[in-house]
Nanobody, 129 residues
Framework: QVHVVESGGGSVQAGGSRNLSCVAS????????MGWFRRAPGKEREFVAV???????YYADSVQGRFTFSRDNAKNTVYLQMTSLKPEDSAVYYC???????????????????????WGQGTQVTVSS
């Protein structure tokens, strides 16, 4: 069992920034593929970003150029730096872990919920206009 815990949510004005963190338990964190998803009210949960075991990030088009996804394997932690936030970025943000240790072939994968094994409880981000 891997525990995933997000933090850093809160309220911010449009154009502002917010940084999220996510800690995943386990000795093999460096082999995990980590992802961020979000769910806005009345919408399905959607892919935001994924980061490979080596630290290469890939983003949804909606956040490309505004969000930065990084990892610190020594701390079992990933970070999502969000800038130029828009009201439509308001959502519950979820961190997820794929712990299979498989080869990360492409950032075109790992964009579906069932690509991940463990999920956090989510952290709310609210962007006001």
């Amino acid at each position: 069992q891997v525990h995933v815990v997000e933090s850093g949510g809160g309220s911010v004005q449009a154009g502002g920034s917010r940084n999220l963190s996510c800690v995943a338990s386990g000795r093999d964190f460096s082999t995990y593929v980590m992802g961020w998803f979000r769910r806005a009210p009345g919408k399905e949960r959607e892919f935001v970003a994924v980061i490979s075991q080596r630290g290469t990030p890939y983003y949804a088009d909606s956040v490309q150029g505004r969000f930065t996804f990084s990892r610190d394997n020594a701390k079992n932690t990933v970070y999502l730096q969000m800038t130029s936030l828009k009201p439509e970025d308001s959502a519950v943000y979820y961190c997820a872990a794929d712990v299979s240790g498989g080869t990360f072939y492409s950032g075109q994968y790992y964009r579906k919920e069932n690509d991940y094994d463990f999920w956090g409880q989510g952290t709310q981000v609210t962007v006001s206009s």
